[in-house]
């Protein structure tokens, strides 16, 4: 039993060490731009990935500013689409499950706005297919992805991939999950740093 948490522990230990810094910090440039023209971060996956998505929009949306709660400052605005499970099943049942993510990011996308898409394989063609309406509109990707990087990879801006076996989305999604922290604490420490 302890042989098998090693070797687990290992695996999560190799994607840790081999993130993929340079494109970390091209997703923090990017959310740095999206805070300075006052835009939206529109977050989506399925799965494991929307509620990766759903805890990093409570997060960042709270954590960012918690010492600055009483001023009254410009905030990020980040979005998890669907907005809710209603309006997920609506796209799904009378439209179609791929467009569960792209029908409401239509109706909501500006140009000031950018898109984080979430997906173990990079894959999913719900995914893709709202990462295609944005990249249609000139919208910055941030994706996170993980296996191969699969198609999400060849479309984001920041390429944010977590390589592991096929099939690893424990891995993956553990480890998504390190990097959308990262993502929350930079900022805070960022804006506490200019107080």
Known sequence: MEEYIQKFSNKVIAAIE??????ISKALNILQAVYERDGRIYVFGNGGSLALATHWVSDFNKTV????????VRRF?????????????????DVGFEMVFAGPLQNYLQ????VIAISSSGQSPNVIKAVELAKKNKIPIIGLSGFDGGKL????????????????????????AVILHMLT???????????
């Open 185 to 195: 604490k930079y900022f805070q420490d960022y804006f506490d740093h200019l107080e």
């Open 153 to 176: 990879n060849t479309l984001a801006d920041a390429k944010i991939f977590v390589s592991t076996e096929k099939g690893e989305y424990e891995i993956v999604e553990g480890v998504h």
């Open 111 to 114: 140009d000031s706005d950018v």
């Open 65 to 72: 500013f918690s010492h600055h709660l009483s001023k009254t």
């Open 18 to 23: 081999n993130l993929p810094k340079r494109e």
């Open 77 to 93: 605005q980040a979005i998890r689409l669907p907005t809710t499970e209603e309006e997920l099943t609506a796209w799904a049942n």
